[in-house]
């Protein structure tokens, strides 16, 4: 299981987690893992009585600023309840109604179900076939929904989540921030060709200022940031410390904030010449959006996304010290709204005959990045990034936003089919989930597909 190393809060070890480990494959946290953590049954909060009664057991409390909240299995709780812990800022769905989803018959959707549940598939390097339900268990899940050619055939939720319910999305995060500036760029409003420095000029001599804007999107800046979480030292608490929004110690001397980080970052590498997967691109490129719109990516996701999608609910992202939202992993949102965010990813921008954006930002993320710059992740042995989004290369082409912990949008363009999965996997690692996620979402595709 995931232990998170002692910080001075839990609000700097939050930030912590959802930045640096806020990493799609990350290495696992924490030095001392324990071998065989409970299960999902055994860890669901419901079980485990986390703050259940008027007041809580001692013992059952999971509190701020003073406890390891983000630990297992305390994380199985504390993932759809972020905003009692830090300070957040709003992604408005605006005051109309929302876009009903469309289900099929209640007989018909049970019988999906069921059908689903049974399916099975061989896991990576596996030797024993597992059905659809085992892996939701395997993997800790806590929400899955399916949509078909626009239809939810599919919804399921466990642990904390329920369906007026919200969940962190860790990771997944990013991709909301590189749709926002692929769109921009098709639009004619952001110009990916410019340097940095072009667009902030106060980013002065930071290594980001000569990478180029798309190297931000598609994470091959040659920049300084070691997310080595056994390292006390590593970058990563470094910038965790910067973003904590409680108040600085009085002896503090460091950067305030995720932007005065950016500011000081040193070179580490040649600009374009490998993809690396640093949460910080992830931050540059939503300063980089505020900046050329004159909004906060909040605002952005709002306008943009949020409402004319006809999302049901409200989103949250978590901010710094200086209300900057974190652009790299802080968005708290429901499940049908991811579901209607993958949904418009498969149908190229439109929604109900109105193009929200140009049909050519989806094509190029779909398209990925170059294959040639992209390494250390056996999983995705033929994979690409770009947009801050993950192409598989696969005979579906399909492509997904990933956080850890086991948050996923998968789209696959092939099986006109769209996944969404909220989880708490114990460790921080989505290498560990994928054996028993990849080749189940190949199955459901391949058993949608079978039905047409």
Not at 13 to 30: F, H, P, Q, S, V
Not at 89 to 105: F, Q, T, V
Not at 255 to 263: S, T
Not at 353 to 374: C, H, M, N, R, W
Request: with cysteine; net charge negative; proline share 7%.
């Amino acid at each position: 299981m995931k232990e998170v190393p002692n910080m001075s809060s839990s609000s700097t070890n939050l930030c912590a987690l959802t930045t640096g480990i806020a990493i799609a494959l990350g290495a696992a946290t924490g030095a001392s893992a324990q071998s065989a953590p409970l299960s999902a049954q055994e860890s669901d909060p419901n079980v485990m009585g986390w703050m259940q009664g008027f007041p809580p057991p001692q013992d059952r409390l999971i509190e701020q600023p003073d406890s390891n909240y983000f630990s297992f299995p305390k994380l199985r709780w504390s993932v759809c309840h972020l905003r009692e812990f830090l300070p957040t800022e709003e992604i408005s769905r605006g005051l109309g109604a929302p876009r009903p989803l469309d289900y099929p018959a209640p007989a018909q959707f049970a019988e999906m179900r069921q059908q689903i549940d049974a399916l099975t598939f061989m896991p990576i390097n596996g030797t024993q076939e597992m059905t659809w339900e085992d892996s939701l268990y395997a993997n800790y899940t806590d929400g899955m929904l399916i949509m078909h050619k626009g239809q939810v055939v599919y919804e399921r939720y466990f642990g904390c989540l329920e369906e007026d319910g919200k969940h962190a999305i860790m990771s997944m995060t990013k991709s909301i921030t590189g749709l926002l500036g692929e769109i921009l760029v098709a639009e004619g409003v952001l110009d990916d060709t410019l340097l940095v420095q072009d667009i902030i000029p106060e980013i002065g001599d930071s290594a980001f200022a000569t990478a180029t804007v798309r190297e931000v999107m598609d994470m091959t800046t040659g920049v300084q940031y070691s997310e080595d979480y056994s390292d006390p030292e590593a970058d990563i608490w470094i910038y965790s410390t910067a973003a904590n929004p409680l108040p600085k110690p009085a002896d503090y001397n460091g950067p305030n904030g995720y932007w005065e980080y950016l500011q000081q970052v040193p070179p580490d590498g040649e600009h374009g010449a490998q993809f690396h997967y640093k949460t910080i691109n992830s931050d540059m490129l939503g300063w980089i959006i505020s900046r050329i719109t004159g909004e906060a990516i909040t605002d952005l996701a709002s306008e943009r996304l949020w409402r004319p999608m006809g999302a049901e609910q409200d989103a949250y992202q978590t901010v710094d010290g200086k209300g900057v939202p974190f652009a790299g992993g802080g968005v708290t949102a429901g499940l049908r709204d991811l579901a209607r965010l993958g949904n418009l990813m498969l149908s190229g921008g439109e929604v109900e005959g109105a193009q929200l954006f140009p049909a050519a930002v989806t094509e190029a993320i779909a398209a990925g990045g170059d294959q040639s710059k992209f390494s250390g992740f056996p999983t995705i042995p033929n994979g690409s990034y770009t947009s801050q989004w993950w192409v598989f290369h696969n005979d579906h082409g399909a492509y997904a936003a990933r956080g850890v912990h086991g948050q996923t949008i998968y789209v696959d363009p092939t099986a006109e089919m769209v996944l969404v999965r909220l989880a708490s996997f114990p460790r921080a690692q989505n290498g560990l989930i994928d054996p028993t996620s990849l080749p189940a979402y190949q199955a459901v595709a391949e058993f949608l597909m079978s039905r047409d």
